[in-house]
């Protein structure tokens, strides 16, 4: 069903879910208890099943939705989504909220390289200009942690930078695989059994320094599951209602709610530079999403110019 404006909606609400609870992650891992990226990891994955599971029951997906022929597929990409989360969870706890979010932008620019390297994709110079200008909008964000300006690198950012820039070299693996699973997997099932292989590797890390929590902090740490679970839903039912091209950009409405959130949450305001940086990926990544919807206009061109006319 075509409502663009739905699909707009509900991509922006998706956007709000995950931000909040990323600055919950963040707010659980900077507070007293101090708890652990594995152990976060755990929470967000295991409490999102339920509402999951909900969802396909009242899809009447249940039965077909978990159904998979390709188990290890399924294990590989939660390795490598499980990795996204777990140094993502970690780059929060180390850099300002915003920060943090903008590193993160780098994810769909290394798709389009890891898409290349793994699964042969044609990549043209456009894209590679863009992936090209994106990543230095990255290196730009990147710089003050780095000490590339000629300011001492604090070592906990600079540590930061590194985690969060291999987070997004994982998340851009794992949506390569994701590529390629979409071909003969239900979405759903992608979906659920990315949750369960994400909750076992982090129960996994249990031996190495979970702490026990308050009952705020453990409500908080339900909640990141709740609303994971509720983005993600919200995320794949955007899709359902427009074109990619047109619901994507609005990911990056992220941007102006993570400093938002930076500020009147974590007394952390976006620097000049940051913003900087972040606007050239943003950049790079809108003009990357318009020019595939440009060439899927033409391929549809070309695909009805071919076909016989009755």
């Known amino acids: ?60 997906e249940l039965h077909t939705g978990l159904r998979t022929s390709r188990p290890m597929e399924h294990f590989y990409r939660g390795i ?23 590193i993160g932008y780098a994810a769909p620019l290394l798709v389009v390289v890891f898409a290349a390297m793994f699964l042969g994709e044609n990549v043209r110079l456009f894209r590679l200009s863009m992936v090209a200008l994106g990543l230095s909008g990255v290196l730009i964000v990147l710089s003050p942690q780095l000490g590339l300006l000629g300011e001492e690198a604090d070592f906990r950012h600079t540590l930061g930078a590194v985690v969060a820039l291999a987070g997004a070299a994982c998340a851009a693996l794992a949506q390569v695989f994701v590529r390629k699973m979409v071909q003969q997997e239900q979405t759903a099932a992608i979906v659920f059994w990315f949750s369960a292989t994400s909750s076992v590797l982090g129960l996994l890390t249990l031996p190495f320094g979970w702490v026990l929590p308050d009952a705020m902090t453990l409500a908080l740490l339900i909640a990141t599951g709740l609303l994971g679970g509720i983005g993600q839903i919200l995320l794949t039912s955007a899709y359902r209602f427009g074109e990619a091209s047109l619901i994507a950009p609005f990911e990056y409405v992220s941007m102006l709610l993570s400093v938002a959130i930076g500020w009147f949450l974590f007394d952390e305001a976006a620097t000049p530079v940051m913003l900087a940086g972040a606007s ?23 695909r009805k110019a071919m076909t016989p006319q009755g």
Do not use: H, Y
């Open 1 to 60: 069903m075509d409502s663009p404006i739905r699909g707009i909606l509900l991509k922006c609400f998706s956007v709000l879910v995950f931000t909040v609870m990323a600055a919950i992650v963040k707010a659980t891992s900077d507070g007293g208890l101090g708890v652990p990226p594995g152990q976060q990891v755990f929470f967000r994955s295991f409490f999102a099943i339920p509402v999951i599971l909900l969802w396909l029951a009242w899809r009447k």
């Open 280 to 302: 050239l990926v943003i950049l790079a990544g809108i003009l990357i999403i318009w020019r595939e919807r440009q060439l899927g206009l033409e391929r549809n061109r070309q």
């Open 80 to 102: 490598a989504g499980t990795s996204a989360m777990a140094l993502n969870f970690w780059a929060l706890s180390l850099l300002p909220f915003p920060e943090a979010i903008a």
